[in-house]
Nanobody, 124 residues
């Protein structure tokens, strides 16, 4: 059974940093596309960062490029999102999700396993 558990959300001041973690279980972590998504109040869920199976490629939303970094630790079955230079517009619930196996990660309909989310609040 696939299980994803996020942690690390908090309230921070603008300009601060946070690292989110997503503990994965029930499958071979390193083989699958993994992603971070977020949903702000009154807005649709959006992609933040995607990492392919084997960590061969990464992609980011334009709004977070240069500030956020997605990474994974296969030994710990854990996905991370390092968030620097946080802005108030980064405030949202952040979710990790498992996508398809392999390297083609852009079909978001294939992200069928989701964590419960972790709240990030950035104040100005």
């Amino acid at each position: 059974q696939v299980k994803l558990v996020e942690s690390g959300g908090a309230s921070v001041q603008a300009g601060g940093s946070l690292r989110l973690s997503c503990a994965a279980s029930g499958y071979t972590f390193g083989l699958y596309c993994m992603g971070w998504f977020r949903q702000a109040p009154g807005k649709e869920r959006e992609k933040v960062a995607i990492m392919s199976g084997g960590s061969y490629s990464r992609s980011y939303a334009d709004s977070v490029k240069g500030r956020f970094t997605i990474s994974g630790d296969n030994a710990k079955n854990t996905l991370y999102l390092q968030m620097n230079s946080l802005k108030p517009e980064d405030t949202a619930v952040y979710y990790c999700a498992r996508g398809p196996q392999g390297f083609f990660c852009d079909d978001y309909d294939q992200y069928t396993n989701w964590g419960q989310g972790t709240q990030v609040t950035v104040s100005s």
